[in-house]
């Protein structure tokens, strides 16, 4: 079982989470990724890290509620467990030979992002960030990404904070502008992610991606979450999350992220009730 | 006596009954028939089985116990070589170990000895009261990685004389592909789960969600005071053919369908891990783990569940008894047949149709039997212009694995060959690192539960031998 030390609710549909696990926080980075089980009998889901402290022994996860699974999760309170967590699961961000980097992130993504920044933040590289919502109320971390950040652009789909519009506005003008990248890195929807790809590409700037497919072992054993990439199948568990943008078939993995999006609506509503019963 | 000349009958589900249910498929001998079954046994001199079996039981003589009635005597006998009695009663392919040797077989059948291992495994397990004899402690620390059939046996063993163990398992629960892969139908979870249960009575940890490779290093289990490391880590990544349209929505490796299915549960009507309840469905492949798949697909409902072999029934690789069970509950086979493409639904007029990407058939191609392989093996010749398309809605693909390469890529000085396997020394289960052994499907590929365990066996053998030196 695993204490869940910490919980701040970020927006109200977001909550992050400190969980006790020395042994994963000991050898997480930023870009890998943990799995857990809320309960016995519940299901496996894969969470990118979103900070770790290697002294305290805890690992930060943020999650949106997006299914039966999520939800069972956020009714968790500090002090509670959870029955399994196990991790470091995937690669590491890659940082060699990066200067200046473009950090690119998307809703609940964000929060993914944001150890990746800090980490080139700490490795003393120039750090642009731009990060986008869809709208004021679901603005996260905002502050975080201000501190590890050169330059931070946040940008709101309906224009109630900050500039409006998508992310790959300000992304094409800076790159337009000459800012010199070394590297894009882009963590959110797979519909940004697609965009942003499509706006670097043109210039060649490289262009990294931060995939989360369906998964289950996490471990390299059930191939669940493969993705082509170059035309080659890959398993985003071993072999990633991290990918090459320019070489990710985004319309297979979209059209592979909602084969089951039926019965995560009907586990929401179970779990809706259930709640609902309760309080 | 005159020797009957037929094994008795092992009692079954009815086909089309259990074809519908999860609950395992044979139901065991009585008492009555065991001892009747024991009688066959010659118990000749040269004991050909025991040469068959690969951790070598002591068949005849734990039979000659079931003759008198001395099931606890028997199963004594039995686990003085295998660490899981009544996981291999059910799994292992006794016609081609054992059982194949038999003297009784030259004229008849052979003796029943797989169904007698399960009796006297399951007769221990209901009727056992008494205290284990524990070891006493030799102070020495074995890590073991993987909690499947090898890592089970080969700490099982070391336990037993004496060595304090510590299995890491990647997974939540202890059992590898015993829970993960092999149906509860085939064999019940709750089985294994009394299997690990004595291990740990022997004072075996089991550490779940652990990746070796992962959260620790094996070269950090040295630093932690572990003087050996056993790997078992199973095989690796699903193979696909690389055809068109393999990654459509309904397709699955063998290994995620049945993980779905047995260690999430999601066959269960309240499961959170969800799975495609699909009507028509197509698994490409011919051995065991193709036979676990079509015959799960049939219980989670499906009104077409069909084998896509490229060879013929002959050549199949699976167990002649999954084959029967499979046929007999309804798996059609299309042998002779090889898919080339995967075909999937397109609504151009509405992309937001929820259908588009989800499979609707399989394209194959008849093929014939040429000239042998290296194997010995007749390739499969395509015939050309034969393609069709069968309409499916779901696709598995149970071709195999590659090796995992998360313990390779973290641990220095461990040689693996081309095809990703660890490199062992076969007699001990040595690698290239010092104290470090192997075994299982981590070293030979997709093989058999027993191959496994007396890879296991051996690897023990020599640790305890490597330990007893320093």
Known sequence: MYKIVKKRVLNPTVTMMDIYAPLVAKKAEAGQFIILRVNNDGERIPLTVAGYDRVAGTVKIIFQIVGGTTMLLNAKEEGDYIQDFVGPLGCATKTDGIKKVCIVGGGVGCAIALPVAQKFHELGCEVHSIIGFRNKDLLILEDEFKACSTKLTVMTDDGSYGRQGVVTAPLKEAIESGENYDEVITIGPLIMMKFVVAATKPYGVPTTVSMNPIMIDGTGMCGGCRLTVGGKTKFACVDGPDFNGFEVDFDEAMARSDAYAEFEQKAREKNCNLFKGAK | ?470
């Open chain 2, 1 to 470: 006596m005159a020797i009957q000349p037929k094994k008795h009958e092992m009692p079954v589900q009815p086909a089309l009954v259990r074809a519908r249910n999860f609950e395992e498929v044979a139901l065991g001998y009585s008492e009555k028939v065991a001892v009747a079954e024991a009688q066959r046994c010659l118990n000749c001199k040269n004991k050909p089985c025991v040469e068959g079996c690969p951790v070598n039981v002591a068949i005849p003589d734990f039979i000659s116990k079931v003759k008198t009635g001395d099931f606890e005597g028997a199963y004594q006998i039995i686990s003085e070589s295998s660490s899981l009695p009544a996981v291999c009663g059910r799994v292992c392919p006794q016609e081609t170990q054992c059982e194949s040797k038999c003297t009784v077989g030259i004229k008849f059948e052979p003796v029943g000895i797989g169904r007698l291992e399960r009796f006297v495994a399951d007769w221990h397990n209901a009727h056992f009261k008494g205290k284990l004899a524990l070891p006493t402690p030799n102070g020495h620390k074995v890590a073991v990685v993987g909690s499947g059939p090898s890592g089970l046996t080969c700490a099982g063993d070391l336990a037993k004389k004496g060595y304090k163990v510590t299995v890491f398992e990647a997974l939540h629960v202890a059992g590898g592909v015993l829970v993960y892969g092999i149906p509860e139908f085939r064999l019940p979870k709750e089985i294994v789960e009394k299997e690990v249960e004595t291990l740990k009575k022997y004072g075996v940890d089991i550490e779940t969600n652990v990746v070796i490779g992962k959260t620790l290093t094996v070269d950090e289990l040295f630093e932690d005071g572990y003087e050996a490391v056993f790997i078992g880590s199973g095989a690796g990544l699903p193979r696909f053919m690389g055809i068109k349209g393999e990654s459509l929505k309904g397709i699955y490796s063998a290994n995620e369908f049945l993980t779905r299915a047995n260690l999430m549960k999601a066959y269960r009507a309240d499961a959170q891990t969800p799975i495609l309840r699909a009507k028509n469905v197509a698994v490409v492949g011919g051995g065991n783990v193709a036979m676990d798949a079509a015959r799960t697909a049939l219980r989670l409902g499906a009104e077409s569940v069909r084998i896509i072999y490229r060879r013929s029934m002959e050549e199949l690789p699976a167990r002649k008894e999954e084959v029967e069970h499979a046929e007999e509950e309804g798996v059609k086979f299309d042998i002779l047949r090889n898919p080339v493409e995967i075909i999937g639904y397109n609504n151009p007029n509405d992309r937001r149709d929820r259908k588009n990407g989800c499979v609707t058939g399989i394209k194959v191609i008849k093929c014939e039997l040429g000239e042998p392989d290296e194997k010995g093996r007749r390739k499969p010749v395509e015939v050309a212009g034969s393609e069709y398309v069968i309409d499916v809605d779901c696709v598995i693909m149970a071709i195999g694995t590659s090796p995992n390469p998360l313990i390779k890529n973290t641990t220095e000085g461990l040689e693996v060959n081309r095809h990703g396997g660890i490199i062992v020394e076969e007699d001990t289960g040595k690698t290239s690192k010092d104290g470090v052994y192997a075994g299982g499907d981590a070293v030979t590929g997709a093989a058999t539960v027993i191959l496994a365990m007396g890879a296991g066996k051996t690897a023990a053998k020599a640790i305890d031998t490597y330990l007893s030196k320093n």
